[in-house]
């Protein structure tokens, strides 16, 4: 067949999806202008919202065909484990966790950029082998990819990616086919590696805050006081919030780390049921256009990828809202967009150009002979 030509032209971008992540990311700059007067938030995030819009649009315009090569995807994994292993060794200790790299005039959380790699060597291995899925082998191979890079973020320690870790390879494994006996086994292995992480995993700390979540009111003055300021905040906003700049509980810091793990907590007590359901919607609208990516894959590749992005976002939104509702332990996990830092926005804007990237040699095929192109990429899937 003749091969799908790359079309860099402005149809290929997804602008739906577009505006529905800047938007997210202005609502959580307009929340961080509340406490401007004392924190440098709002100028910095300002800046790295810049900066992740300039990396949309660059990788928009890249032909990322060249992910499809079994070597590129194998050199990619092996090239983001390195930064982890370091980690453990002269990162940077932030609250206890060594997670980041101290470059002076800012700090690089490499994690961010390792999700997105395992989705593409994830989407990489089951392209190739999605009709055999069925086989137990397979999934336990990509297990084993996602459970290195699992415990290497578990061992900084950071609990809450090494979750988002594990809940991307689920959620890949499941929309590849999994058959319903293997999912058992997948629940009986989590399990297992769940009461394994217990015993000789997870720090003090860590088990006292899964304790707080069983018991979420026998110690809000120690364990339990951020969920529960947390949940503090989102009833008070009420109906119609607060007023942008009126919240009490962030404001006057009952709420800690209201700028990134509490965000949406600081923004429904500001916004109310009205912005929360604003931004409920710009989150589905977000994951529809993913979905539709999805759909319009030029190939297996493509298609895997996407669904890979949907369960990074998918994670993190449904991690962040519960941990911030008191439905789930507290594990300072991001909320797509919205959250402060610029580790996960460039990620985030990256992925999502990707997308874009990738529909543009798709539009170009739909637009040609509508055959799956057979080139040498494609061959190697």
């Given at each position: 067949?003749?091969?799908?030509?790359?079309?860099?032209?402005?149809?290929?971008?997804?602008?739906?999806?577009?505006?529905?992540?800047?938007?997210?990311?202005?609502?959580?700059?307009?929340?961080?202008?509340?406490?401007?007067?004392?924190?440098?938030?709002?100028?910095?995030?300002?800046?790295?919202?810049?900066?992740?819009?300039?990396?949309?649009?660059?990788?928009?315009?890249?032909?990322?065909?060249?992910?499809?090569?079994?070597?590129?995807?194998?050199?990619?994994?092996?090239?983001?484990?390195?930064?982890?292993?370091?980690?453990?060794?002269?990162?940077?200790?932030?609250?206890?966790?060594?997670?980041?790299?101290?470059?002076?005039?800012?700090?690089?959380?490499?994690?961010?950029?390792?999700?997105?790699?395992?989705?593409?060597?994830?989407?990489?291995?089951?392209?190739?082998?999605?009709?055999?899925?069925?086989?137990?082998?397979?999934?336990?191979?990509?297990?084993?990819?996602?459970?290195?890079?699992?415990?290497?973020?578990?061992?900084?320690?950071?609990?809450?990616?090494?979750?988002?870790?594990?809940?991307?390879?689920?959620?890949?494994?499941?929309?590849?086919?999994?058959?319903?006996?293997?999912?058992?086994?997948?629940?009986?292995?989590?399990?297992?590696?769940?009461?394994?992480?217990?015993?000789?995993?997870?720090?003090?700390?860590?088990?006292?805050?899964?304790?707080?979540?069983?018991?979420?009111?026998?110690?809000?003055?120690?364990?339990?006081?951020?969920?529960?300021?947390?949940?503090?905040?989102?009833?008070?906003?009420?109906?119609?919030?607060?007023?942008?700049?009126?919240?009490?509980?962030?404001?006057?810091?009952?709420?800690?780390?209201?700028?990134t793990d509490f965000i949406f907590?600081?923004?429904?007590?500001?916004?109310?049921?009205?912005?929360?359901?604003?931004?409920?919607?710009?989150?589905?609208?977000?994951?529809?256009?993913?979905?539709?990516?999805?759909?319009?894959?030029?190939?297996?590749?493509?298609?895997?990828?996407?669904?890979?992005?949907?369960?990074?976002?998918?994670?993190?939104?449904?991690?962040?809202?519960?941990?911030?509702?008191?439905?789930?332990?507290?594990?300072?996990?991001?909320?797509?967009?919205?959250?402060?830092?610029?580790?996960?926005?460039?990620?985030?804007?990256?992925?999502l150009g990707m997308l874009s990237?990738?529909?543009?040699?798709?539009?170009?095929?739909?637009?040609?002979?509508?055959?799956?192109?057979?080139?040498?990429?494609?061959?190697?899937?």
């Amino acid at each position: 067949m003749t091969p799908i030509p790359f079309d860099t032209k402005k149809s290929s971008i997804d602008w739906i999806a577009f505006g529905a992540a800047l938007g997210l990311a202005l609502l959580g700059l307009l929340t961080m202008n509340s406490f401007q007067g004392q924190d440098p938030f709002f100028l910095r995030q300002a800046t790295w919202i810049l900066a992740g819009v300039a990396v949309f649009f660059v990788a928009a315009k890249v032909d990322w065909r060249f992910l499809r090569r079994g070597s590129v995807a194998a050199a990619l994994f092996v090239a983001v484990l390195l930064p982890l292993i370091v980690l453990i060794v002269i990162g940077t200790a932030i609250k206890g966790a060594r997670s980041w790299f101290d470059l002076g005039a800012f700090a690089l959380q490499p994690v961010e950029f390792v999700k997105l790699a395992l989705i593409i060597t994830l989407a990489k291995y089951f392209s190739r082998r999605h009709i055999e899925i069925a086989n137990i082998r397979h999934i336990l191979v990509s297990g084993a990819y996602a459970g290195i890079v699992f415990v290497l973020v578990a061992l900084q320690p950071d609990f809450g990616s090494a979750i988002i870790i594990a809940l991307i390879w689920l959620g890949m494994v499941l929309l590849s086919g999994i058959s319903r006996t293997h999912l058992f086994a997948v629940i009986g292995i989590s399990i297992v590696a769940f009461s394994g992480l217990w015993l000789f995993g997870f720090q003090d700390y860590q088990k006292t805050r899964i304790l707080t979540f069983l018991h979420p009111l026998a110690d809000i003055q120690g364990a339990g006081y951020n969920a529960y300021q947390s949940t503090v905040a989102v009833g008070s906003g009420e109906f119609l919030g607060k007023g942008i700049g009126y919240g009490t509980q962030s404001k006057l810091r009952f709420l800690p780390e209201y700028q990134t793990d509490f965000i949406f907590a600081a923004f429904a007590e500001e916004w109310g049921f009205v912005g929360v359901l604003l931004l409920f919607v710009l989150y589905g609208v977000l994951f529809w256009r993913i979905i539709v990516s999805a759909m319009r894959g030029a190939s297996n590749f493509e298609t895997l990828f996407a669904l890979g992005v949907l369960c990074y976002f998918g994670a993190h939104f449904l991690l962040h809202t519960g941990i911030n509702v008191g439905l789930l332990p507290v594990t300072g996990t991001t909320i797509p967009f919205m959250s402060y830092g610029g580790s996960h926005l460039l990620a985030e804007f990256l992925a999502l150009g990707m997308l874009s990237g990738q529909a543009a040699y798709a539009l170009a095929g739909r637009r040609g002979d509508g055959g799956e192109w057979s080139g040498g990429y494609e061959s190697a899937v």
